[in-house]
């Protein structure tokens, strides 16, 4: 089997060409075998394809590298070098890992990131110091630190090359590698010439970078920044730097395209003009050099702010504050001469014009500025405007200037003032950066603008590209030395590498004859013209390989650069190689009063990378140098001497001299180089464009170096790692320990046989590209039948040996369960026997407990039915009795309701019998009476009773006389009370008097106490009327004593008067009363009792008679009366009184005297004694009343008496 047949089996990763993706991923669908011609493959997409192959298979696709290659840090160490694996690393790294440094052999891949990353701080820095290039991940300062190692270790000068497109990052590259340096060769603290150093940037930016289309800050020209290192005690110092420039676009000053800007430092200017006043700046839009791009302004970024960064910068390099105020002048007189107003002219005395000439206003403002500011004279500038002189052999002829020739010359003044002003600057800065003479070694940082191809395509962008052939001859030169130089070390034969040359390329452009020496010539021609130019170079160029003529027209050329075929515009090739400036408009400047504005006029270019480049080769006289380049210095210096016998430099030939310098310069160094990508033109952050990035790595180089590296032998293995990796695939027996080299020669042999596709060096084994991803594949082969075969045993061994494992396991557990099992059923056997034993008890338990509460419910029925039954007997024996006794009550209430009737039954018959006894009797009685003498006895008995009772009468009028004496006895106490209260009065007064006098004397004192120390005099009168006061008081006193005795006495009598009194009446009263009464009763009951004794004789005696007379003795006899019922005879009489009722009271005593009168019944005589008696108790009670009424009036009350009790208290 083939190594093609290995390589490309089923399943193998492949690229095919894809029209969008530039490459796309494959898998082949069938194995490859030789000698077929058409290969399966299914694309990432799905899609299944075929390709056509050659029969020797020369047409195979490239294969994909292995995963564990993916993602390199370098992409020579890819086991496939070609174009689709290269873009693929770099996309993985870039957009996967984000990662934008990548080496490629000795150069280093910067993708432009457009987004800020933490990659370039202090301590990155420090990290990276002192570490090899591969220790570390891929980094700007990784190959600054290997340079600078180098200048340490070897003490030679060395360069880093940036290139690449507008905006691929090359400035900033640039501008971190020189930070580095700046930092590893200065002290900790940035000393001055750092600080010089770095501020150059700002400087340099400001007057040479402008915003284009590609980047807000493109370098408008190249820039070769010379650090120059001195050696002290081994340790290199920064001492010093040098700045070189290439091709300034000067037309930027008069011109810019749509979208873009002139020049930072002409829009920094206008934004700070307001410190500037003498300036006469307006706005930016108002100036014609600065608003054509319709662009004033960059994104986050502020003129002024700039500005004020750009005068700092100039500051710490060194500019005067005149210096920077007249470069301000200068440059504000550029614009206001590119406002200069040309217009037209008519013939004198017509209307018409005249095309051959032109006129500018005298007094022109913008005129008279720039002629102020400059310091010229305004009106020569505007007659050299306006004029050219044109010399022949003795004489100088005038010819008026048209307008566009004006223009023409008034921009090319405007350039010129620029382009000398920028080389100016620079002088500046190198003086300033770099004065001492002491040998310095060097490390060139080279930032110059990349390979570049647009639509229209002029001068400018033919010496670019002419450069970066240059550049890319030098630097595939370097590439092969370096390759040869390998070769050598390891002592390998080896033919000469087929690498593409672009020597003949570059003689196109450079030799005699060639692209730039045709343009000389034509514009030495005074009639030289763009299209005769174009016209010469396809007739002598049609011979070099690398010129194309047009197909249609004869304006444009076509030249096949090394990365690619770009079709130059040749109108404005020979007005820009010329760069002419009207002498006598120079003259203008260089008469200035404005030292400056001189100086910079006479400023001569001085080709100081020349000088120094020769100084190198002289001192590095040893080095070798290749023989390419040695001749191509010998042409240079040949056309150097030749060119400096003209009088006027073109600037193509310029341009060439000064990129031979360079060229040799770096020759003299030891390069490397930063190859920077723009990932996308929209300038978006991590955005990959294939196409674009695809196009970049071949104009760069990178493809090529790859190509290089590919044609040799780019995979390179030290022995001992070739043999630790691969020594398997050789057999024990081909491998030795002690003797590596042979043990991988036996290696190599046994697999491949093709003797050119190695080589063994001294110390590596070279493989041609492929061989180490053929070694890999069949390693990868190798190892996987080891694997499978190792696998086999390893699986046998680890699952018999889990099998003995587990068998173990389960005859362990069969054990423990079988033991477990019938420990279960004794266990359960166990359970058994108790269980029944326990329900034995149980049950038992549960008869006798069912027994017993049996037992004791059917006793307690028993106890609850005899209970019942004794309640029940109980309640029968309780009714009986209840019953028995109802009837008792019963039947004693009807005994007694049947006595109770029969009882008043009798007692009607009784009372019946009674009344008619008491009737009869009565009649007998009432007879009886009617006789006169009995009468008569009657009425002496009452005529005594009626003189006891005058006598009693008597007695009482007398003890009424006294009474009344007593009354007016009382009366006389009243008078006595009344002068009494009269008194009190008075008292009254007196104390109201005196209680006036205290409030007099209360206030005296006061009218004293405060007038006191002023009227002693008065004092002592107060004191005399307080002496008589005093004893009037008593007096007052004593005479209030006097009347209180008075009072007190009079109350005493009036109280003791008034008891008595009281006492007496009372006692009078109640003697009387109880006399007159007891008597009046005790008479009243005797008459009652004589009368009733009387009438009871007369009843006798009447009963008595009508026995006598009637016969009704017996009846007589039974009805005797008894003291207890007599009383209820006397009140039936009563009630049946009907007597009561006929009785005729005469109503006054005098009747009762009369004897003459009807006899009364003594009955109503006792009655009238009776109201006789309530009369006199009336009359006793209205005296007690009077009396009582009179003792009221005259009792002391408290309050009469407390007045005199004693003194009011606070008197004095
Ligand atoms: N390493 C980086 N990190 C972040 N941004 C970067 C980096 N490199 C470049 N850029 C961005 O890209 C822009 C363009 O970079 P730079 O000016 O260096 O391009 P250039 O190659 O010098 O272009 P020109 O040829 O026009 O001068 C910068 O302004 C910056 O925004
Ligand atoms: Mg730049």
Redesign the pocket.
């Known amino acids: 089997m083939s190594s093609e047949e290995m390589l490309y089996a089923k399943g193998s990763k492949i690229w095919i060409p894809h029209a969008e993706q530039v490459w796309e991923s494959a898998s082949l669908e069938e194995s490859y075998h030789k000698g077929d011609t058409i290969l399966k493959i299914q694309t990432e997409s799905g899609a299944l394809k075929e390709i056509k192959l050659k029969p020797d298979g020369s047409n195979l696709p490239p294969l994909r590298n292995p995963a564990i290659l993916v993602g390199q840090n370098d992409l020579t160490t890819l086991s496939y070098l070609h174009e689709p694996g290269v873009l693929y690393n770099l996309r993985v790294r870039f957009c996967e890992r984000q990662i ?1 440094y990548t080496y490629c052999g000795i150069i280093l891949v ?1 993708i ?6 933490p ?2 701080g202090p301590n990155i820095i420090r990290a990276y110091r002192g570490h090899a290039m591969g220790d570390l991940e891929p980094h ?1 300062f990784a190959l600054a630190e290997e340079a600078y190692t180098k200048l340490e270790r070897e003490n030679c000068n060395l360069s880093i090359i ?1 290139s ?13 590698a020189m930070r580095y340096f700046a930092a590893v060769g200065g002290s900790e603290s940035e000393t001055q010439v750092e600080r010089k150093v770095l501020a150059s940037s700002p400087i340099m930016e400001a007057f040479g ?1 402008a915003k ?1 289309t ?7 020209f190249g820039k070769f920044t010379k650090l120059l290192f001195t050696n002290q005690m081994g340790v290199m110092y920064l001492q010093g730097a040098t700045v070189h420039t290439y091709l300034l676009e000067k037309s930027r000053v008069v011109y810019q395209a749509q979208g873009e800007r002139n020049y930072h430092i002409f829009y920094q200017l206008c934004a700070a003009r307001a410190k500037y006043p003498e300036l006469v700046l307006d706005h930016q839009d108002s100036y014609q050099f600065l608003n054509m791009g319709g662009s004033p302004d960059i994104e986050r970024i502020s003129d002024a702010d700039q500005f004020n960064e750009t005068v700092q910068a100039m500051t710490v390099l060194g500019f005067s504050i005149q210096q920077i105020a007249d470069i301000v002048k200068i440059l504000a007189g550029i614009l206001h001469l590119g406002n200069i107003a040309v217009s037209k002219k008519y013939m004198e005395g017509s209307d018409v014009e005249d095309s051959d000439s032109c006129d500018i206003f005298q007094n022109d403002l913008h005129l008279q500025v720039t002629g102020d500011l400059l310091k010229i004279n305004a009106e020569d500038l505007r007659r050299w405007l306006l004029m050219r002189k044109i010399e022949s052999a003795n004489e100088y002829v005038l010819i008026p200037n048209n307008k566009e020739m004006a223009m023409a010359a008034r921009d090319a003044l405007a350039k010129h003032i620029y382009a000398k002003l920028f080389q100016y600057i620079v002088n500046v800065l190198n003086k300033s950066l770099h004065n001492g003479s002491k040998q310095c070694s060097f490390i060139g940082v080279l ?1 110059i ?2 390979f570049e191809t647009f639509e229209v395509n002029s001068f400018e962008q033919f010496c670019i590209n002419y450069a970066n052939e240059k550049l890319q001859q030098q630097f595939n030169q370097h590439v092969f030395k370096l390759e040869q130089e390998e070769y050598l070390k390891e002592g390998i034969t080896w033919t000469m590498i087929d690498f593409y040359d672009n020597q003949p390329c570059i003689d196109l452009i450079e030799t005699r004859l060639g692209v730039l020496d045709l343009l000389d010539e034509e514009c030495r021609m005074p009639k030289g013209s763009d299209e005769s130019w174009a016209g010469k170079l396809v007739d002598k160029c049609n011979k070099f390989p690398h010129f194309e003529k047009p197909r249609f027209g004869t304006t444009s050329f076509f030249i096949k650069h090394f990365s690619d075929t770009v079709e130059y515009d040749v109108n404005g090739f020979l007005e820009k190689n010329r760069d002419t400036v009207s002498k006598e408009l120079t003259n203008v400047l260089t008469q200035s009063n404005m030292q400056l504005c001189k100086q910079v006029m006479i400023l001569e270019e001085v080709d100081t990378l020349g000088t120094d480049a020769n100084k190198i080769a002289t001192t590095l006289g040893g080095r070798v140098v290749i023989s390419a380049n040695r001749k191509q210095q010998l042409n240079e210096t040949r056309r150097r001497v030749v060119s400096s016998k003209q009088h006027k430099k073109t600037v193509g030939s310029q341009f060439q001299e000064s990129l031979a310098s360079l060229i040799s310069t770096l020759h003299a160094t030891t390069p490397h180089y930063v190859r ?1 990508i ?1 990932p996308n033109d929209d ?1 978006i952050a991590f955005k990959w464009e294939t196409a674009k990035i695809i196009q970049q790595l071949r104009a760069c180089g990178v493809l090529e170096t790859v190509r290089i590296s590919a044609a040799g032998f780019p995979s390179r293995w030290l022995y001992p790692d070739f043999y630790m990796r691969y020594q398997l695939l050789a057999h024990r027996s081909q491998i030795d320990k002690n003797d590596m080299k042979q043990s991988c020669r036996n290696i190599v042999l046994k697999w491949i046989q093709d003797e050119d596709k190695y080589r063994f060096g001294n110390t590596q084994i070279f493989f041609r590209a492929g061989q180490v991803a053929y070694l890999e594949q069949v390693r990868a082969n190798l190892r996987k039948k080891y694997i499978t075969t190792v696998q086999s045993v390893v699986r046998r061994f680890i699952k018999r040996r889990r099998y003995v494992k587990l068998q173990k396991i389960i005859f362990g557990i069969q054990r423990h369960a079988r033991g477990y099992m019938a420990r279960m059923r004794a266990q359960k056997l166990r359970e058994a026997r108790a269980a029944l034993i326990l329900s034995k008890y149980a049950r038992g338990w549960l008869c006798r407990r069912r027994y017993l509460r049996l037992c004791h419910s059917v006793a307690g029925i028993q106890q609850y039915a005899r209970g019942m039954l004794a309640r029940n007997r109980f309640y029968a024996m309780r009714d009986y009795f209840r019953a028995v006794q109802i009837q008792r009550f019963v039947r004693g209430v009807l005994a007694r309701r049947a006595y109770q009737k029969r009882r008043r039954s009798i007692i009607i018959c009784q009372a019946a019998v009674r009344r008619f006894l008491a009737r009869r009797q009565f009649k007998r009685m009432k007879a009886e009476a009617k006789t006169i003498s009995h009468m008569e006895n009657k009425y002496m008995g009452l005529e005594n009773k009626i003189i006891s009772m005058q006598q009693r009468i008597d007695e009482l009028n007398r003890d009424n006389s006294a009474l009344k004496h007593k009354t007016s006895e009382i009366s006389v106490l009243k008078m006595k009370l009344e002068m009494k209260k009269n008194l009190e009065h008075e008292f009254k007064n007196i104390k109201a008097a005196c209680l006036d006098k205290d409030k007099l004397i209360e206030a005296l004192n006061k009218q004293l106490e405060s007038e006191r120390d002023e009227k002693m005099q008065l004092l002592e009168e107060n004191g005399h009327s307080q002496e008589e006061w005093n004893k009037q008081k008593q007096i007052w006193c004593m005479e209030n004593r006097e009347l209180r005795k008075q009072v007190d006495s009079m109350i005493e009598m009036a109280k003791n008067a008034a008891g008595n009194q009281r006492e007496h009446e009372e006692r009078m009263l109640t003697e009387i009363d109880n006399k007159e009464l007891n008597e009046a009763y005790q008479r009243a009951i005797k008459d009652k009792e004589v009368i009733e004794n009387e009438n009871y004789l007369l009843k006798e005696e009447l009963s008595h008679f009508q026995q006598q007379h009637n016969g009704i003795a017996a009846f007589n006899m039974h009805h005797t009366r008894t003291a207890s019922n007599a009383s209820s005879q006397n009140e039936d009489d009563v009630g049946y009184g009907s007597a009561k009722n006929t009785l005729e009271i005469n109503s006054r005593y005098p009747d009762l005297r009369n004897k003459n009168d009807s006899f009364l019944d003594n009955t109503s005589i006792v009655v009238k004694l009776r109201s006789i008696l309530e009369e006199e108790k009336q009359k006793h009670r209205s005296l007690q009343e009077q009396y009582v009424k009179l003792a009221s009036r005259n009792k002391p009350t408290e309050d009469s008496f407390r007045p005199t009790c004693c003194p009011p208290r606070g008197s004095t």
Request: hydrophobic share 25%; aromatic share 10%.
């Open positions: 934008i910067a432009n990131p457009y987004a800020d990353l990659l370039y700007i940036v690449g497109e507008s905006g691929a990052g090359k400035t900033v590259s640039a501008k971190y970078n284009t590609r980047n807000d800050n493109s370098s408008r930032d603008y990349g920077c723009k300038k």
